[in-house]
């Protein structure tokens, strides 16, 4: 699964792509990044600097149906606040795999049609 860490104002922020196979969707995250050494000394990967943390933004974007549009949950049980910046870097990263889903389905088509 890949992510992407962004710091701002001395945070860092996560955004994580999965496939989340019960919504035929891929999931993008946001979530608050955890430093790779909270997760345990012996880290393999020496390069990875933050974890995502537990994603409080879930957008599923639907991947099969063009005509089903992305849907953004809220996952936090406590008031939490997004810094701008931040929120539109994770928007952007949405936009990216809605483009990526949308392109994938016109080929699918495409290629049903030969």
């Known amino acids: 699964m890949p992510w992407e860490v ?7 922020y996560a955004v994580l792509f999965h496939y989340a196979l019960p919504d035929d969707a891929w999931a993008v995250e ?3 990044a955890v430093p ?8 393999p990967d020496a390069t990875v600097s ?9 957008t599923h974007v639907p991947d099969e ?4 549009q992305p849907a953004v949950r809220v996952w936090s049980p406590h008031e939490r606040v997004v810094p701008y910046e ?6 952007e990263q949405v936009a990216d795999q809605v483009g ?7 080929q699918d088509e495409a290629e049903a049609v030969e």
Request: with cysteine; net charge neutral; proline share 5%.
């Open 50 to 58: 933050h974890w995502p943390g537990a994603a409080f933004l879930v």
């Open 100 to 106: 990526r889903c949308r392109i994938a389905v016109e």
């Open 65 to 68: 149906d063009p005509n089903l």
């Open 6 to 12: 962004k710091e701002h104002a001395g945070r860092h």
């Open 86 to 91: 931040v929120m539109r870097w994770y928007m």
């Open 36 to 43: 790779a050494a909270a997760e345990g000394a012996g880290n």
């Open 30 to 32: 946001l979530s608050e």
